[in-house]
């Protein structure tokens, strides 16, 4: 109990940290956070100039992590991202020069500019912590996760991410353009210096590691089990879904469920924690019918539609009543 509550003291602190510079985002800082919290991978999707890559800076500097960016363009090699091994005359023996990826929170900045080539170079790193260049694998720190951005597919100049790749990714985060309110606040506070350049740590890796063992003891009722795993098959069976979700994604619901009960200070899973966290889960993970998407339909909304029908275990879950 001690290590959830001062997990939730942790994960309190970053979120009002990163505050200080995405202005009126609330709900993506949280599931920034979630994605730390559950050793996952997020996905940041929206037009140009919106604050995809402060908010995963911003994330990174708060957390006290070791941070590495990659700028991802079409010229962009493999060995780019994973590294090299170059042979030295003096040693007559080859040298590993680690790459970019080899850092605790790796920024991917506009991920879909790469070739499919080079995408693929983050797959093992994202799936299994680690990368092999020829034939010798180096282990990735502890905590890892990749922060990817991507500009919208039909954006000029980008190549759409294979599904594989896209399953990798706990969740996806749109942020939007903000309001008349916050957009005069996001002026006024970049009046003489831009907010993440006084920025500092909040936490340490450390304590990134100590959340991630944490919320692992969070409660998960069988039918709160049984309402995620239903969400993700629904997908598999939609009549605008070609492609549904994948085993990946329940674990994934599974995992972030147990983190946002511990941000909101819960030692259990509620419903409403699935139901709110379905959408940036699952809706990346599935491939909408043609006709659904020339009829506008997105994945979000086929997720809602499923939520919408579904029935919700409410107050008769088990090991909620009475405790």
């Known amino acids: 109990m001690k290590d959830l509550e001062r997990g939730r003291e942790i994960a309190g602190r970053i979120v009002e940290n990163v505050r200080r510079v995405i202005v009126g985002k ?76 080899i850092a605790q929170i790796v920024l991917a900045d506009e991920i879909n500019r790469a070739t499919p080539k080079t995408q693929s170079a983050l797959l093992e790193a994202m799936e299994e912590r680690q990368v092999t260049v020829e034939g010798v694998t180096h282990l990735l720190p502890r905590p890892f996760t990749v922060m990817a951005t991507q500009n919208p597919v039909e954006y000029e100049g980008t190549f759409p991410l294979p599904e594989a790749q896209l399953d990798r990714f706990l969740l996806m985060i749109t942020l939007g353009y903000p309001t008349t309110d916050e957009e005069l606040r996001i002026v006024g506070s970049q009046q003489s210096a831009h907010p993440i350049d006084a920025l500092d740590s909040v936490t340490t890796s450390d304590d990134i590691v100590l959340m991630q063992d944490a919320t692992r003891e969070i409660f998960v009722d069988d039918l709160v089990r049984e309402y995620l795993v239903a969400i993700v098959q ?19 619901l599974f995992r972030a469920g147990q983190a946002l009960a511990m941000m909101r200070g819960r030692d259990f899973v509620l419903p409403d924690d699935i139901k709110e966290l379905a959408e940036p889960i699952v809706s990346h993970r599935m491939i909408v019918t043609a006709a659904a998407r020339m009829r506008g339909a997105r994945g979000a909304d086929v997720v809602a539609r499923i939520i919408d029908r579904l029935p919700v275990p409410g107050a008769q879950v088990k090991g909620i009543i009475g405790r």
């Not at 990659?70 to 040298?95: A, C, R, Y």
């Not at 629904?234 to 994934?252: F, K, M, N, Q, W």
């Open 26 to 101: 609330d709900n993506a800082i949280e599931l920034g956070v979630i994605a730390l919290i559950c050793q996952g991978h997020v996905l940041i999707e929206d037009v140009p100039g919106v604050g995809k890559t402060m908010l995963a800076r911003s994330l990174a500097r708060s957390t006290g992590s070791t941070f590495k960016r990659i700028q991802f363009t079409p010229d962009l090699l493999p060995s780019d991202v994973t590294g090299v091994s170059i042979f030295n005359q003096k040693t007559s023996e080859f040298e590993f020069k680690p790459g970019p990826i």
């Open 234 to 252: 629904a997908t598999r069976s939609d009549e605008e879904v070609s492609l549904g979700c994948s085993p990946r994604g329940s674990i994934a």
